[in-house]
């Protein structure tokens, strides 16, 4: 167990839903970032906060995709108007900017999408 | 950008045999580099890391190589258990504070 937690673990749900997910960093963390993997691929970067701001966004983040972290501790990870082509498994990880680089991942949460 | 691949898709050894996987990157910038085990269905877990300053670092059973002169790096596995059975990501800090991974090499355990 990392400390870094996700909710939920798993989600099925249907084309054309909406969908947020939860992750809670590492309490000392201030640095928040997601990513996403599919099946037999290594997991892509999505976007990362530090404390509240959003300080980048990757290419394949749509504007279907939002992040927030409101307070700088948790955040959450919104998917409007689902499509097919999200069936993944989406992963959070924290890190500490300034002392270390390394990224600590929690569980994921794996979404299908019917 | 950073690119960062695997040579291996998978890997099967004998218990007690040493592992070795290995990676490639492009970006000669990349400083900081990562290794992740991950097991089926779960995220991946940090086992070591490793800065373009060092050409070796070691853990417990494990030993990180780096060769910037040839952009490869490898994870050395002393000992290779069954528990070590899992996906292995390198993985590169891009120079955007976000880390770019490998697709990973399965490492098969048998005892």
């Known amino acids: 167990d990392t400390g870094v937690s996700q909710d939920p673990r798993h989600k099925i749900t249907k084309r054309g839903q909406n969908v947020t997910f939860r992750c809670d960093p590492i309490s000392e963390h201030n640095r928040l970032y997601w990513y996403r993997q599919t099946l037999g691929q290594g997991p892509e970067f999505l976007t990362y906060?530090?404390?509240?701001?959003?300080?980048?966004k990757s290419r394949l983040l749509s504007d279907r995709f939002s992040a927030e972290r409101p307070k700088g501790s948790f955040s959450t990870l919104e998917i409007q108007r689902t499509e097919q082509g999200d069936s993944a498994m989406y992963l959070c990880?924290?890190?500490?900017?300034?002392?270390?680089?390394?990224?600590?991942f929690g569980p994921g949460t794996r979404l299908l999408v019917l | 950008g950073e690119s960062v691949g695997l040579h291996l898709p998978t890997l099967s050894v004998q218990e007690g045999d040493n592992s070795i996987i290995n990676c490639a990157y492009s970006n000669s910038a990349s400083d900081y580099f990562i290794w992740y085990k991950q097991e089926s269905g779960k995220g991946p877990q940090f086992i070591i890391d490793i800065r373009s300053n060092m050409d070796k670092r070691q853990g417990q059973r494990v030993t990180v190589l780096l060769n910037k002169t040839v952009k490869h790096l490898s994870l050395q596995i002393a000992a290779t258990q069954p528990g070590d059975s899992a996906v292995y990501f390198c993985?590169?800090?891009?120079?955007?504070?976000?880390?770019?991974f490998g697709k990973g090499t399965m490492l098969l355990v048998s005892p």
């Open positions: 993985a590169g800090d891009s120079g955007y504070s976000t880390l770019t």
């Open positions: 990880a924290s890190g500490q900017f300034g002392t270390q680089e390394t990224q600590y």
């Open positions: 906060f530090q404390n509240e701001a959003q300080l980048e």
